[in-house]
């Protein structure tokens, strides 16, 4: 009897209660396809798909159209915020153009200056301490680019004067006579022409081997670690004279200055060079 009682009144308590139910809308998953299972390129099933779990489904609350609308609305809102913050950028950048443009030179080269690019495109604008630092690299920058100049003058002033007129005019006429690139092996060195599209154009390299051992630029050797002053007095000799410092290498060890061919014909091994390679630089 008591058992029935309890009963009725369970069935009276759920009388008018409403239940609450979640209606869901499938969707074949993108992924897969609606395979549940990933393929690869030979046809073979790799696995189960990631996204879907292997059902080859995806269950949503809500409507397709109404998510589609929330995807428009969140990447109008993403694009809102880019503008601005692009905005906020270009207005920086106009009040501290020379610290924009540090970071842009310098970003590459050390974390710092890419740790603040980053900071900019993140926020927008940079606090007044991280302002304040690159202002200091700036400067020191500065300081630096003057003691180069100051020292570049230095190296300038103390080059030793040479005449190179002789040795200018041999690489001119050997261009005329259609050597792309000339070279002179005088004593132990080798000479030749910098690009005369680099930055040293009109300058004359001087290397023993693979080894860089100065320019000659505007009438000065200006020589590079290497090239101590006794190699120094080496190169200033054979310069001064190319043509017998070619015939002096050409009977020091039997090949010709020039194309660096050994000296077989008795013309050329009496004359020190080949005829050819001769005429071609004006000897």
């Given amino acids: ?33 609606g395979r549940g299972k990933f393929v690869g390129y030979t046809g073979r099933v790799v696995g189960n798909c990631f996204s ?3 059902k080859g489904f995806h269950e949503f609350k809500t409507f397709p159209q109404y998510r589609e609308k929330a995807a428009v ?50 926020f927008g604008s940079l606090t007044e301490n991280q302002l304040a630092a690159v202002r200091r690299c700036i400067e020191r920058d500065n300081i630096r680019t003057a003691e180069r100049a100051v020292e570049k003058a230095a190296r300038i002033e103390a080059a030793p004067v040479i005449d190179i007129s002789k040795i200018e005019v041999s690489f001119a006429k050997a261009i005329e006579a259609g050597i792309k690139r000339p070279k002179l092996r005088l004593a132990d060195f080798r000479f030749s022409p910098a690009p005369v599209t680099g930055n040293n154009a009109g300058a004359i390299y001087v290397k023993a081997g693979e080894t860089y051992l100065g320019k000659i630029a ?47 014909n008795q013309e050329s091994i009496d004359r020190g ?11």
Wanted: hydrophobic fraction near 40%; charge should be negative; charged fraction near 25%.
């Fill in 1 to 33: 009897m008591n058992t029935l009682l309890n009963m009725k009144d369970d069935l009276e308590a759920l009388e008018g209660a409403s239940i609450k139910t979640t209606t869901l809308f499938t969707e074949p998953c993108k992924k897969c396809a």
């Fill in 52 to 54: 879907c779990g292997g």
């Fill in 73 to 122: 609305q969140r990447q109008n809102s993403a694009a809102r915020k880019q503008e601005e913050l692009q905005s906020q950028i270009d207005a920086f950048g106009v009040a501290h153009a020379e610290e924009i443009v540090w970071i842009g030179l310098n970003s590459s080269k050390f974390e710092f200056a890419q740790s603040l690019a980053q900071a900019l495109n993140k």
């Fill in 218 to 264: 505007g009438g000065k050797l200006f020589k590079s670690r290497e090239c101590d002053d006794q190699t120094e007095g080496n190169i200033l000799a054979a310069a001064a004279d190319p043509e017998a410092a070619a015939v002096a290498y050409g009977r020091r060890f039997g090949q010709c200055a020039i194309c660096s061919r050994e000296l077989t």
């Fill in 273 to 283: 060079i080949g005829p050819i390679c001769a005429d071609r630089f004006g000897w």
